[in-house]
């Protein structure tokens, strides 16, 4: 017997022209993340407070901190680490004494870097980074800030504190860098000066400083988790332990987080090349590579039946994915997704479509297309 069709009002319409950056959302630039308004709706009609949310693609905590808001335990997982940090941090209170000690660290990075400039030398010790083509990518008075400014992030004691800072310095790397942008992966002539660096980190700490103490008055105690990992295998995850999914996993050909966010990597020391080869959906996969969609079909397919199992018996997932062009065809989402999920233990209860010309997704003006549609699409687990 069919479930009838669920009542869900999101009215997306409405969310064009809406502020998507509130709160810890704007705390560092992640392209391609959907806006707060969708999760946040969808948790507060299909859910209630003390339940559990799954995001199996987590992104930048989009959904992660919309439940927090909300009173809903959260759970997010991302293969890319620059995802699992950022979610970190912005679902993570941080006391007023916390924040107050940043400034100090402030200060003495300041005083490092004159130092620098003066003398050509520094009193603390740090490391830079060993990649190809570092001076094409980075000026050298900014690889020298940067690195003065990671060696005091890195004698942080306080765990919280470190990532705290590890985000905001990870969020203006493209921005000192020669990359020209978020979205576009090609070096341009940005003469940054000296002190510019160390500039763009301490307005970044000011504006987090302020959003996170108004994140500490509005966001609840419930309890988010954040794992490292791969959406294909939840194994860490029990059978029947998740009330809610809501997700948004990446458009195939569209997008290489892992090339955006390469530079971030290095300096933060994760390994660039893990994540490039795991990636699901990458255009470096269906473009460079040019591999079959139906290798896109099989790794959506070992996630959906993961989330089947950790999901509990008549619950609801709700996926959010738009269309793909691979070498001048379109793929229709809603039909690859459906078909994947009908044999994965979900029936299609609702979905909503939107052009995605208008998206709020941050693509890059190239990927997007009149007949590009993009889908919130209803599933409900019926595995028993």
């Not at 040019?290 to 509990?312: A, H, N, P, Q, Y």
Request: aromatic content about 10%; charged content about 25%.
């Amino acid at each position: 017997m069919k479930t009838k069709p669920v009542e869900i009002n999101l009215e997306l319409e409405n969310y064009y022209g809406q502020n998507t950056n509130y709160l810890t959302h704007n705390f560092h630039p992640y392209p391609c993340k959907f806006i707060p308004q969708i999760p946040r709706n969808l948790i507060i009609q299909l859910t209630k407070e003390g339940d559990t949310i799954l995001d199996p693609f987590c992104g930048s905590g989009t959904t992660l901190v919309e439940a927090k808001l909300l009173n809903r335990n959260a759970i997010g997982v991302d293969l890319n680490p620059i995802a699992t940090l950022t979610s970190e941090v912005k679902t993570t209170k941080l006391t007023l004494k916390k924040i107050e000690s940043i400034n100090n660290l402030l200060s003495k990075i300041k005083k490092e870097i004159e130092t620098y400039y003066q003398n050509g030398k520094t009193r603390k010790k740090y490391s830079i980074p060993d990649f190809k083509n570092m001076q094409h990518w980075f000026q050298t008075n900014v690889v020298h800030e940067l690195g003065i400014i990671k060696a005091y992030i890195e004698s942080v004691k306080d765990k919280k504190v470190k990532n705290y800072l590890l985000l905001a310095f990870s969020s203006i790397i493209v921005t000192v860098s020669n990359q020209e942008s978020d979205t576009r992966f090609a070096a341009i002539n940005k003469d940054i000066k000296p002190f510019e660096t160390y500039s763009e980190f301490s307005r970044k700490l000011d504006d987090m400083n302020k959003r996170m103490i108004e994140f500490i008055e509005r966001g609840s105690n419930a309890k988010v988790s954040i794992f490292r990992a791969d959406s294909r295998n939840l194994s860490f995850l029990k059978d029947n332990s998740i009330d809610f999914i809501v997700t948004s996993p990446p458009y195939a050909n569209t997008y290489d987080y892992y090339l955006y966010h390469k530079f971030r990597m290095y300096w933060l020391g994760y390994q660039v090349k893990q994540v490039q080869t795991n990636e699901i959906g990458s255009r470096n996969r269906y473009s460079s590579k040019k591999e079959d969609i139906s290798t896109f079909g099989e790794d959506l397919s070992k996630c959906l039946s993961e989330m089947s199992r950790v999901l509990k018996n008549g619950k609801f997932a709700v996926i959010i994915i738009g269309d793909s062009v691979i070498r001048g065809k379109i793929i229709r989402a809603n039909k690859l997704i459906s078909d994947i999920a009908i044999k994965n233990n979900f029936e299609l209860v609702k979905e909503i479509s939107y052009n995605l010309e208008r998206s709020s997704k941050q693509f890059n003006e190239k990927f997007r297309n009149r007949e590009k549609l993009e889908y919130v699409i209803v599933f409900k687990n019926i595995k028993e």
